[in-house]
């Protein structure tokens, strides 16, 4: 039963987090009989007019369901203000308010503002975890599946479980129930049919065999590609690099002080493969400790920068952001230059 109209929900792990805001929509759904649905970006969005929408009572259902993504970036004390003073009196009210955020954290004050029984970190899942979830994934849906082919899939698939549904639904059409899915298989309907994405356009950035501007010209042919198709959306692709760079920063750190970890360590820290340990081994030998971080603070700016602007100056942010990473090692500043 819903208790409070308010929730915060944080973390990377999108999957889960989406089961978790539709089962709470389902359930107010059940409670009320029907719901005027709202999902807005903090960025796009004022949090007052948020906050009289759900103060003013819907013409046409009994309830409102209104989900406000990037929540990380609501830090103003007038805004905080007028959630909390929402949130105190959301335990009368059929409403609900979902604040969601990529990041680990929002803003304290903002936090306390929503009851600890209604916050939740969605984390990302570990190795072992991410193995099991895609086991029981094609199991459930009348597939096998082998340990080479889930291996493959985790390498070439953003690992949370919203991405790892959208790419791993496509056997379901390609394959007769009870068949048993192989690393030829994943080969075939992932590799050979993959459409450019976030993580080729890393593999082509850190692929030593080329010169920079060779590599940033590959690059920018890459990102023209997906931004003309379904994968187009710049704020996926800047979340794809994150992640790869989070990836090679734990690479890094497995391989500090000279220490060669075992092969348990290498899995469990997400590169099991031949292939994958070779990409980020590649990688560490193009972009330094510090330049990681650096790149990873450039990242979280440029999405920034794209939610606040909107859409006008996608490509342009996109392409310095390429730029800066491959010719200058993710060193930015207010203006760019492209000697």
């Known amino acids: 039963m819903i208790e409070t109209g308010i929730y915060l929900f944080t ?8 089961d978790a805001i539709n089962s709470i929509r389902d359930e107010s759904k059940k409670k009320n009989g029907s719901l005027d649905e709202y999902r807005y970006f903090a960025a796009d969005v004022r949090v007052a007019d948020v906050i009289a929408q759900l103060q003013n009572e819907s013409l046409f259902s009994s309830a409102l369901f209104i989900v406000l993504r990037n929540a990380e ?3 103003t004390k007038a805004e905080i203000e007028l959630i909390s003073g ?6 009368n009210s059929s409403n609900i308010l979902i604040l969601v955020s990529d990041e680990m954290s929002v803003d304290k004050k903002l936090e306390s503002a929503v009851p600890a029984g209604h916050r939740k970190i969605f984390w990302e899942m570990f190795e072992n975890r991410k193995e099991q979830w895609l086991v029981s994934y094609f199991k459930k849906n009348g597939f096998g599946i082998n340990a080479d082919a889930v291996s493959q899939i985790l390498e070439m698939v953003e690992n949370n479980t919203e991405s790892l549904k959208s790419e791993c639904s496509r056997f379901f059409y390609c394959f007769e129930p009870g068949h048993q899915i192989t690393a030829a298989d994943v080969d075939k309907i992932l590799a050979h049919n993959r459409e450019e994405s976030a993580f080729t356009l890393f593999e082509s950035m850190c692929d030593r065999a080329k010169r920079k501007n060779e590599r940033f010209e590959t690059a920018v042919a890459i990102l023209n590609k997906i931004r003309l198709s379904r994968e187009s959306n710049a704020v ?10 989070r990836q090679l920063r734990n690479w890094n750190a497995l391989f500090s002080g000279g220490v060669k970890p075992t092969d348990a360590q290498l899995k469990a820290g997400g590169f099991s493969s031949k292939k994958n340990q070779e990409l980020y081994r590649q990688a560490s030998g193009v972009w330094s400790n510090g330049s990681v971080a650096s790149i990873i603070s450039l ?4 999405d920034m920068s794209i939610r606040q602007e909107g859409s006008a100056f996608e490509d342009t942010r996109l392409v310095m952001l390429l730029h800066s990473i491959i010719n200058k090692d993710g060193i930015y500043c207010s203006e760019y230059s492209y000697d």
Request: hydrophobic share 45%; net charge positive.
């Open 73 to 75: 970036i609501i830090k």
């Open 86 to 91: 929402w949130a105190k009196q959301a335990g």
């Open 299 to 302: 990242l979280a700016a440029t």
């Open 236 to 245: 996926s692709v800047i979340a794809g690099l994150t992640y790869c760079f």
């Open 11 to 18: 973390g990377p792990e999108a999957g889960e987090k989406n």
